[in-house]
């Protein structure tokens, strides 16, 4: 049956699919909402009312729901993130469990690092297979005001342990804010081509729990390619982008490159291929989406695979056609980053 988006029946199909044809295949875990760096724009100094215990989804809860995802919704990709994945004490249990699925979907993990360098090994042999790490800046006196803690050397050993234990391509994700780390752009790229990372500059985002984010402050994705082509060549990247949120592009020739996730001034919402599970059991069809569908209480409440899998169809079936960023009406959503996972 054929319609407008908001008018057309869902099709008869196991996959996450919404009204725009866009198919979810990559779904984003988050593990926990905690988190052992307190970055200034992500939460204040003191941390945040973190979630109860017994709201969190337990190994088995959460590796049932990611057994769904894989088995009957057709998601390919897993992403764990947090807060800080490594934060979760079961983290190796749960990468297995997730590898052992049939058919075996690609692991990744989004981590500030903190941690990794002694357990990147045992990660990539419970099934891992690539790191993305978070690091703003190369300064340590920098890294202190923006993080709070006295990490930057945890942080590059753990770069280096992931590239060790084949965790690879070892990203590295920086956020630009204007007066503070602005003038890094050249700095960062030039610290992963000389250790074989890839870097992938994103646009700070509205999700900070004090609602504070100015666009002001946002260094543009257009400011950051103006910076970096000051130094190097740029050439966009040759192929599809696809649902990638990235926009890459090869520096002086290759084969190394650089990203840029522009997810303000370029929105990439009519690719999108996300779907997203909080710590808490809640699948949430964007990022910034303002409501939720809890799958913890399904589970709890003795449904069967199948019932959640339709209900986790519904979500994605509702999804909006895009973020709203940029629409005079915008509202953040209520839950910072940390609690939605990246």
């Known amino acids: 049956m054929r319609g407008t988006p908001e008018t057309s029946a869902r099709p008869d199909s196991p996959r996450l ?18 988190c052992n760096l307190r970055c200034t724009y992500c939460m204040p100094a003191e941390g945040l009312d973190w979630l109860p215990k017994p709201d969190l989804l337990t190994d088995a809860e959460l590796t049932r ?17 947090g807060g800080e994945p490594l ?3 079961g983290l190796a249990d749960v990468l297995a469990a997730t590898a052992a699925l049939e058919p075996r979907p690609r692991l990744s993990m989004t981590t500030n690092g903190v941690g990794l360098a002694r357990r990147a090994r045992r990660l990539a042999a419970a099934g891992l297979d690539r790191v993305n790490i978070s ?5 340590p006196a920098r890294f202190h005001a923006l993080t709070r803690r006295d990490r930057l050397a945890d942080v590059l050993a753990g770069l280096s342990a992931a590239r060790g234990a084949g965790l ?64 190097f060549e740029l050439t966009p990247e040759p192929g599809e982008r696809g649902g990638a949120p990235a926009e890459r592009w090869v520096v002086d020739g290759g ?29 949430r069809n964007c990022l910034f989406s303002r409501s939720e569908t809890d799958l913890r209480a399904l589970l709890r409440g003795g449904a069967s695979d199948e019932e959640v899998a339709e209900r986790w169809r519904a979500n994605a079936w509702a999804k909006a056609a895009g973020h709203g960023i940029n629409d005079a009406g915008f509202h953040q959503p209520d839950r910072p980053m940390s609690a939605i996972g990246g």
């Open 135 to 139: 690091l703003d800046t190369l300064d």
């Open 168 to 231: 690879t391509p070892v990203k590295v994700n920086s956020v630009l804010m204007r007066g503070v780390n602005e003038d890094e752009a050249v700095p960062l790229l030039r610290f992963c081509l000389a250790h074989g990372y890839q870097l992938r500059f994103i646009e700070q985002m509205p999700l900070d729990p004090q609602h504070g984010w100015d666009r002001a402050d946002m260094v543009t994705a257009g400011e950051i390619l103006a910076a970096l082509r000051a130094e």
């Open 255 to 283: 084969p190394a490159v650089v990203g840029v996730i522009a997810s303000v001034t370029r929105p990439f919402c009519a690719a999108c291929d996300r779907t997203r599970l909080t710590a808490d059991g809640q699948v």
């Open 65 to 81: 729901l990611i057994a769904i995802a894989v088995t009957r919704l057709g998601v390919t990709d897993v992403r764990f993130t």
């Open 87 to 89: 934060l979760r004490p």
């Open 17 to 34: 699919v919404d009204r725009l044809g866009r198919v979810a295949t990559d779904l984003r875990v988050s593990l926990t909402d905690r």
